[in-house]
């Protein structure tokens, strides 16, 4: 009894899992399609129920645009999934900026085919019936009724379903995609040499040529599919080999796009990279693997999400979900938001290059890196800061790289029993010292008795170094320093340090314990002359220190 009752609800099961169509019903989108399809095949075929599908057409008319329908779907391998149609009566699209009554079968491998409610039916739209005849020419072009002709009888004959003479089409349709292949490939190397001239006024280097060679490969490879593409429905497969042969095309054309895309990334940022050597910043340079891999990454991104809708998945729903996860990820991370935020800024205000020495807060130091999160600042000591993007973009940055010189400014204390002389000459030799020297700005600068101090007599010393490295600029102080030195030890001139000196004017059989100055002007000026021909022949230190 048991077995029974299974036997009956398997059996009524199967007879309502069966869909059966012995009437035309274009109630729904679901309902037309399948009338349309099933009236069309071998084993119930009624092309004048399938022409009921269309509407305003006499009845020889609408046959004839409801083959030519069908075969277009067949020619391109599009398979209907009717789990997927829609069987609301009131069905909106609501894809577009206003929704009507309208369904498209494949909205991104073929809009043109669509079906539209026409009072309380549905119906092949007009638009559709209006650009069949074009759309079946583009599928099936002119040539292929006459190759029928010309296929022999034994062409026709069969092996594992396929006719003899589609066989010996495929190799010919390879054959002709390899010499297209071989042809595309140089012209489009040509053709992107001529607009890489064109966008950069100069001739390509060799690495340039690497990668617009690698370019045009993936170029010619996609002419060469839109090229099986656009020949394999005049084979006129049955529609389960064009299903795959047609995924699987257009996977590789998807593919090829990407790879298409990546390549011409790396062009655009070859290009950009040799424009960002020919300007003085240098902060353009930090700023080519930044955008690398933004848009490596948007082109990944991209490219994933159309492999998925060729495999059927809703990716506006992943993308609603995406944008709703994107949300709650950016809240719970808004230090990188804010990080990021602070890149794009650092890079549109250009506050410093790279190798400026700035300082931020309580950070000193030379500019290394700009990355995606935060900056490196090395300092003098060679101690490394990593200093957040979003805090640097709201400090105050004191950038000594933007300086037109290096300013340095001391006081020179000579001892206050230095006769007036003397100060004249020792001034006097600074001042052909700054002159002479290769580094300083020899038309400003400022050497001048300016007061006195407590234990000195203090003379200001203003120059400004050409160099703007932090290095170079030592280096030339030293330079400057040790002449300075000569100078004061040729004069006889004493430089003061904070003492108090107990002076005895009476004291038997004791001499004066005060320095004794040579103030004969001739031997002055001869000291003078004695340092700066010594200074001239002086090389700069072997050992310059680098930028820190």
Do not use: C
């Given at each position: ?78 398979y ?14 609501s ?49 292929v ?29 390879l ?16 053709l ?6 064109y ?9 340039v ?5 690698k ?11 839109k ?51 020919k ?37 506006t ?26 890149t ?6 250009k ?44 400090m ?29 000459a020792?001034?006097?030799?600074v ?23 407590d ?40 430089f ?8 005895i ?8 314990l ?22 001239k ?8 220190p680098?930028?820190?």
């Amino acid at each position: 009894m048991k077995k029974l009752l299974f036997l009956f609800y398997f059996l009524s099961f199967f007879a309502n899992g069966q869909e059966t169509v012995t009437t035309v019903d274009l109630s729904n989108p679901k309902a037309t399609i399948y009338t349309h399809l099933y009236f069309l095949q071998d084993d119930s075929y009624k092309p004048n129920n399938a022409a009921k599908t269309i509407f305003g057409l006499e009845e020889n008319a609408a046959i004839e645009k409801a083959i030519k329908i069908k075969k277009v779907l067949d020619g391109k391998g599009l398979y209907v999934d009717f789990n997927r149609v829609p069987v609301n009566n009131n069905f909106k699209d609501s894809i577009g900026y206003s929704s009507v009554s309208k369904y498209i079968l494949f909205p991104q491998r073929m809009p043109q085919i669509s079906l539209e409610k026409i009072g309380e039916n549905w119906y092949y739209s007009s638009e559709t019936v209006a650009s069949i005849d074009e759309l079946y020419k583009e599928v099936f072009p002119w040539y292929v009724n006459k190759l029928q002709d010309v296929i022999p009888v034994s062409g026709h004959k069969k092996v594992l379903g396929v006719e003899l003479w589609q066989f010996v089409a495929v190799i010919i349709l390879l054959v002709l995609a390899f010499f297209v292949f071989i042809i595309f490939k140089k012209i489009a190397y040509a053709l992107l040499q001529k607009v890489q001239h064109y966008i950069t006024k100069s001739s390509s280097n060799i690495e340039v040529n690497t990668v617009l060679k690698k370019l045009a490969h993936p170029i010619s490879l996609l002419i060469t599919v839109k090229f099986i593409d656009t020949i394999f429905p005049s084979l006129q497969f049955s529609l389960e080999v064009n299903k795959w042969v047609f995924l699987g095309i257009n996977i590789v054309e998807t593919v090829f796009w990407i790879y298409v895309f990546l390549k011409l990334v790396k062009v655009v940022m070859q290009i950009y990279r040799q424009l960002t050597e020919k300007t003085e910043s240098k902060l353009d340079d930090q700023l080519v693997p930044i955008l690398n891999n933004l848009l490596t990454g948007i082109v990944v991104i991209f490219g994933l999400f159309k492999v998925l809708q060729l495999f059927g998945v809703d990716t506006t729903t992943m993308l609603a979900g995406a944008t709703i996860g994107g949300l709650a990820f950016a809240l719970a991370s808004q230090d990188t938001v804010k990080n990021f935020i602070g890149t794009v800024a650092i890079f549109l205000d250009k506050p410093f290059q790279i190798g400026d020495w700035i300082s931020a807060g309580e950070v000193s130091g030379s500019v290394e890196e700009v990355g995606f999160r935060s900056t490196r600042v090395r300092a003098a000591d060679s101690t490394v800061f990593q200093i957040p993007n979003s805090k640097l973009s709201e400090m105050v940055i004191n950038n000594s790289g933007l300086r037109l010189f290096r300013r340095y400014n001391t006081n020179l204390g000579l001892r206050y029993d230095t006769p007036p002389e003397l100060i004249e000459a020792f001034i006097n030799g600074v001042r052909q010292i700054i002159k002479e020297h290769p580094e300083t700005k020899s038309d400003s600068y400022n050497v001048e008795f300016t007061g006195f101090g407590d234990s000195a007599l203090l003379v200001m010393m203003n120059v400004y170094f050409k160099s703007l490295a932090w290095g170079s600029e030592q280096s030339s102080k030293h330079r400057l320093h040790m002449a300075i030195l000569k100078l004061a030890a040729e004069l006889g001139v004493e430089f003061a340090f904070p003492s108090t000196t107990v002076t005895i004017e009476q004291f038997p059989d004791k001499s004066n314990l005060s320095p004794k100055y040579n103030i004969d002007k001739e031997k002055m000026n001869t000291a003078i002359s004695k340092v700066i021909a010594n200074f001239k022949n002086d090389s700069p230190p072997e050992n310059t220190p680098e930028n820190l």
